[in-house]
């Protein structure tokens, strides 16, 4: 049996069409979303979210089981303070800021 070899032919001279795609072109950008921090943690109620720069999003809190206790939008701002004083335990604070570019934090509220 005879195998072929179709490394050495260059396919642009049959259809005009190229051997190989494009490869995509690759660019560093910067991880916004791992520059958020949230103090204190753990709290006794009140947590301070700082953001790198100004940002336009939503933030929910939600408990262990998955329940939504809150969520809020915000618009063009550095620094979110939440009162999670009423909630408890261990809880979680998911910060979005675009469709599909989001950071969960877990936060534990002490009493």
Same mark, same amino acid.
């Given at each position: 049996m005879m195998a072929n070899s179709f490394d050495d032919i260059n396919y642009e001279q049959y259809? +005009?069409?190229i051997s190989a795609p494009a490869l995509p072109?690759?660019?560093a950008t910067k991880d916004i979303m791992a520059d958020i921090k949230i103090s204190p943690n753990p709290t006794n109620g009140l947590v301070k979210v700082d953001f790198p720069e100004s940002m336009d999003g939503m933030y929910?809190?939600?408990d262990?089981? +998955?329940r939504i206790l809150k969520t809020n939008?915000?618009?063009a701002i550095n620094k979110i303070e939440l009162d999670l004083s009423e909630h408890a335990g261990v809880n979680l604070v998911q910060i979005t800021i675009k469709p599909g570019v989001s950071r969960v934090f877990k936060v534990f509220v002490v009493k």
């Open positions: 259809d +005009g069409c072109e690759i660019r929910q809190v939600i262990i089981t +998955g939008y915000f618009y």
